[in-house]
């Protein structure tokens, strides 16, 4: 977050209303289903989104990110792909569900996720800019194991 | 000689043939390899003899001697490891033991330590050893315990009867490898065969001689027979449709023993197993 000027002892003072109101700055990751398309949908998958958008509220900069490691492996796809948005430096993730081992990786770093409400992308920041979108509360243990035990 | 009952979907009857073929058989070995759900010990009621924990190697991190170089990252393939807020997150469940990271780490941050991931459980019926494999709740990989299943049978003399785990996956094959011969369980339904069309791959691509039992069989028009006949499979058995064997399940007792007509029937499956791995053993040598 080095866009914004608060010294330590003014993060306290900071309230919720003022992030979205736009005094402090986020980088968002979203999963996407193309990284070509400009109208393209959000995933319906975290670990095994084909891309990934890094979106800057300040900037309003985008940048669609290959999530290729991830779809390519046989397992584990949540942890590299939760790996590849922290890496590059997210601070919030909008997403419509996440794994346990991801969503682990994702609060390990201090990332916070916020559930998406349609597969609009524009919308979703929007709310997200808004405040008006809920923190990611279940989290499913993962679609492991396709095509039989 | 070791017969794998496998079938590329969940509920053809894997276990109630299975266990009626081993039932059979005298002094057979009834191996459970379904490690996530295994069912043939309900009907067995087994006196156990001895329970085995099953132990994996997995990683443990010193972290004051982890530089944060994230070779270990890189090199897992099974992505069991991540790095994140300067620290090493391990995730055990996914770590399939190869022992690498600690073998790549520069620093020496990395060691093994022993991690159970289930248990088996040995045990007997009249004549019958029955040997259950089940995995701990959780766990994401039952290969382990179906190692050491396959372990406790690998030079016995006995017939070995393998239930296997539903599907086409890594602990269908595992609990296949040892395998002299693959009876394929299957329904006559569309579905059915194209599970069955995976695990004959599957049995094929291992070199496994293999035949089909069609469960639940209603009539001669069913897709299953098209499928045998165009790739050259036996038909070892038909077992009916029949409402008897679901009231014989449910109350979990083996079928072979109350009722003589499927004494027979599997009494007949076994000859026909033993004949074809015969034949098959001959072709072997003629090649």
Do not use: W
């Amino acid at each position: 977050m080095d866009v914004v000027a608060v010294t330590v002892e003014d993060i306290s003072m900071v309230t919720k209303e003022d992030i979205f109101k736009g005094d402090l700055y986020m980088k968002i990751a979203i999963p996407v289903l193309d990284g070509a398309l400009a109208n393209t949908n959000i995933s319906p998958s975290f670990g095994r989104a084909p891309f990934f958008l890094l979106f800057d509220t300040e900037t309003e900069e985008k940048q669609f990110i290959a999530n290729s490691t991830a779809t390519a492996s046989q397992g584990g796809a949540g942890i590299i792909a939760a790996q590849l948005i922290v890496d590059q430096g997210a601070e919030a993730l909008l997403t419509p569900r996440c794994g346990k081992n991801a969503a682990e990786v994702i609060t390990a770093a201090g990332v916070k996720i916020y559930k998406t409400v349609s597969d609009d992308i524009q919308e979703s920041i929007q709310a997200f800019n808004a405040g008006e979108l809920k923190e990611l509360e279940n989290i499913h243990p993962g679609f492991h194991h396709h095509g039989g035990a | 000689m070791k017969i794998a009952v496998l079938s590329g979907k969940g509920g053809t009857g894997k276990t109630f043939v299975s266990v009626n073929l081993a039932a059979v058989i005298s002094d057979a070995i009834y191996l459970d390899c379904d490690v996530e759900e295994p069912n043939g010990h309900l009907f067995f009621k087994p006196d156990l003899t001895s329970i085995e924990e099953v132990y994996v190697k997995v990683p443990v991190v010193d972290t004051t001697k982890c530089s944060g170089c994230r070779q270990c990252v890189e090199f897992c393939k099974f992505n069991a490891l991540a790095y994140i807020n300067n620290s090493l997150l391990i995730f055990s469940e996914l770590c399939h033991s190869c022992g690498g990271c600690s073998l790549i780490c520069p620093d020496n941050a990395l060691s093994e330590i022993d991690k159970s991931v289930g248990n088996v459980q040995m045990g007997t019926y009249k004549n019958l050893t029955v040997i259950t494999g089940i995995m701990n709740p959780g766990e994401e990989s039952g290969v382990p315990i179906i190692q050491h299943l396959l372990d406790h049978a690998c030079d016995k003399e006995n017939i070995v009867v393998i239930d296997c785990p539903a599907g086409s996956s890594c602990t269908v094959m595992e609990s296949i490898k040892d395998a002299d011969y693959c009876v394929l369980v299957t329904e006559p339904t569309l579905l059915s065969v194209h599970n069955l069309s995976m695990i004959h791959e599957l049995a094929r691509l291992l070199n496994k001689p293999c035949g089909v039992v069609i469960n639940k069989y209603l009539n001669e028009l069913n897709p299953v027979e098209q499928f045998c006949q165009e790739n050259n499979l036996s038909i070892l058995a038909r077992i009916g449709f029949d409402l008897y064997l679901s009231v014989i399940g449910a109350k979990g007792l083996i079928a072979v023993e109350e009722n003589r007509d499927y004494q027979a029937v599997f009494s007949q499956l076994y000859k026909q197993i033993i004949k074809e791995a015969g034949h098959e053993a001959v072709i072997d040598n003629q090649r």
